[in-house]
């Protein structure tokens, strides 16, 4: 990742995401060449191997560099990233070797997220989203809705640059989103059996 002294948010985050997952080079995605500077598009997201699926982050929702002199709120950026969870499944069903790079329609749909939240929109713990179609931006599809939760696996960090806290999406299909709606079940219902709220879109 990038140096320390340049990078201390960045460098913060990647050290609970391997804290998290063991030592590895995450998959990286650099999506706003202006490096945040134009101040309204997600700067770069990462993929860590989590075994059986891949755990991604977006970076720059945040303040990745040097720290804002006028900060008093001890937060930082906007004091969030989000996460997802998505199912890393076999090639195919004569092999067990895993796919080698996550899916690209996750790192979209995260930085829309990102891109839509630095220019003013806000998506907290216990909210919905229906985006108008499938998640994964496919023509059909079951998963058509997202919540968001508190990423189970990783707590409030803090960094040389102020707080940092990890929103996890999640999928839904539309029967789970109206239920959802209606107060029926709570959006812990469909945290699966490790309670990690892995997508898996493939399977659905």
Do not use: C
């Amino acid at each position: 990742m990038t140096d320390e002294a340049t990078a201390p948010g960045m460098d913060a985050i990647h050290r609970a995401m391997v804290a998290l997952h063991g030592p590895q080079e995450p998959k990286h995605w650099l999506l706003d060449s202006s490096m945040g500077l134009l101040g309204n598009r997600l700067e770069s997201a990462s993929a860590y191997d989590a075994g059986g699926h891949w755990h991604l982050v977006t970076l720059g929702l945040s303040n990745l560099w040097k720290a804002e002199p006028d900060n008093a709120s001890e937060v930082s950026g906007l004091g969030h990233e989000f996460t997802m969870r998505v199912r890393n499944p076999p090639r195919s069903r004569w092999s067990r070797r895993q796919q080698p790079d996550p899916p690209e329609w996750a790192v979209r749909f995260l930085q829309r997220l990102g891109d839509l939240s630095l220019q003013g929109s806000r998506f907290r713990p216990g909210e919905t989203l229906d985006p108008g179609g499938p998640i994964t931006g496919e023509a059909t599809g079951d998963l058509v809705a997202v919540g968001f939760v508190d990423d189970p696996s990783l707590p409030l960090l803090d960094t040389p640059n102020g707080t940092v806290r990890f929103i996890q999406v999640f999928a839904m299909t539309a029967e789970e989103l109206n239920l959802i709606r209606r107060g029926e079940i709570g959006p812990h219902s469909l945290a699966g059996k490790d309670g990690l709220f892995v997508i898996d879109a493939d399977g659905q």
